[in-house]
T-cell receptor, first 115, second 115 residues
C-alpha cells in the first residue's frame, strides 16, 4: 500500500530561479490538492484537481504559480521566478469520495528554501 | 468565511496521562466535516480522526476520540494514555460546502509528552 509521494523532499534555490515539484497521489484517488505551509502556521489551500480538471485556485496562487495534472494521475506545481517569500513547505494531498465522506491523505511535503 | 481556532500554542503532558486539545470552528453551513491531523517533525500530515456534522455519536479511533459539541461549535481531540511518540504538532481542520472541497486549518497545538 503506497501513500502519497512527493519529490523532491527538499529544494534549495536562488531567487529568480524556477522550481517544479511533483506529487503522486494514492492510485485510486481522483482528487488532488496542493497546500502551502509556512513556519508556525497551518497549511493553506492553493489549488485542487478532480481528475485532470483544475477546479479551484486560491488567491494565494499568483501568476508565478502553475499546477497541472495532465492525465489525472500525478501533478506538478511550478513556481517561476522564485522569491524569498515562496520559502515554505508544499504539501500535496489526495482523496476520493466514500460513504463516510472524503478524507484527504497527505504526502511528506517538499520543503523549499529560496536564498 | 470558515474559521478554525486552536487556542493552545503548546502543551506539556506527562506520559500515560490523557490530554485534550481544543478546537473551535465557525461556519454557517449545516453540513461540514471536522478533521484532526498530526504533524511530526518530519513534516507529513497524518490523518487521525473525522467527525461529520450530522454524526450522532462522537468519533473514536483507537486512543483518539473527538469530543464534538455542536451547539458550542467545538471539536476537541482527546488522546488517552499518551505516549512519547504522540509528541508532535496537531492541527484541527474543517471542510464545508462554502469552501468547496478544501480544508481550512487552525494554527495548531504543539504537544510534548514528558517521560
Amino acid at each position: 500500500d503506497t501513500g502519497v509521494s512527493q519529490n523532491p523532499r527538499h529544494k534549495i534555490t536562488k531567487r529568480g530561479q524556477n522550481v517544479t515539484f511533483r506529487c503522486d497521489p494514492i492510485s485510486e484517488h481522483n482528487r488532488l490538492y496542493w497546500y502551502r505551509q509556512t513556519l508556525g502556521q497551518g497549511p493553506e489551500f492553493l489549488t485542487y484537481f478532480q481528475n485532470e480538471a483544475q477546479l479551484e485556485k486560491s488567491r494565494l496562487l499568483s501568476d508565478r504559480f502553475s499546477a497541472e495534472r495532465p492525465k489525472g494521475s500525478f501533478s506538478t506545481l511550478e513556481i517561476q521566478r522564485t522569491e524569498q517569500g515562496d520559502s515554505a513547505m508544499y504539501l500535496c494531498a489526495s482523496s476520493t469520495l466514500s460513504g463516510g465522506g472524503e478524507t484527504q491523505y497527505f504526502g511528506p511535503g517538499t520543503r523549499l528554501l529560496v536564498l | 468565511a470558515q474559521k478554525i481556532t486552536q487556542t493552545q500554542p503548546g502543551m506539556f503532558v506527562q506520559e500515560k496521562e490523557a490530554v485534550t486539545l481544543d478546537c473551535t470552528y465557525d461556519t454557517s453551513d449545516p453540513s461540514y466535516g471536522l478533521f484532526w491531523y498530526k504533524q511530526p517533525s518530519s513534516g507529513e500530515m497524518i490523518f487521525l480522526i473525522y467527525q461529520g456534522s450530522y454524526d450522532q455519536q462522537n468519533a473514536t479511533e483507537g486512543r483518539y476520540s473527538l469530543n464534538f459539541q455542536k451547539a458550542r461549535k467545538s471539536a476537541n481531540l482527546v488522546i488517552s494514555a499518551s505516549q512519547l511518540g504522540d509528541s508532535a504538532m496537531y492541527f484541527c481542520a474543517m471542510r464545508d460546502s462554502f469552501g468547496n472541497e478544501k480544508l481550512t486549518f487552525g494554527t495548531g497545538t504543539r504537544l510534548t509528552i514528558i517521560p
